[in-house]
């Protein structure tokens, strides 16, 4: 058996160390998206929807943390967190109160969702990646 120098002692629990503590040191951190809103379908009253294409182009902000499973909203400097989250590798999807939102992962295509007594508006667009 040899004998291990001071120097190699030293390196393995560093690493070991590393090791152990890597998981919870390379947590992703919150990830933020710009989302624009163009098209609008509006129901009320049992009629069918009225479609609306281009019609606005609203702006609003997704914060999305995979690890911790987390979604919000932000509009006008208002951050709305959402519950019943569901975050997969191919959509995320939350709500609050009387909105829903719903994110394809592969496109960045956004449907938003309001719903109040007799109607619904959904409005789509899309979403890219913010610094």
Known sequence: MTKSSPRTCILQSALA??????PTAIAAAPQTLGCVLTDIEI???GLKFDSQVGAEKRSIVVIFDDDAKT???KEDGAQNPLQN????QTSMTGASGNISLGIDRSSW???FQTYGEGNARNE???CSFRP
């Open 85 to 88: 989250v569901a975050i997969s």
């Open 17 to 22: 160390l590393l090791a152990i503590l890597a």
């Open 109 to 111: 295509r956004i449907v």
């Open 124 to 126: 789509f667009g899309e």
């Open 43 to 45: 129901k009320s009253g």
């Open 71 to 73: 979604l919000a909203m």
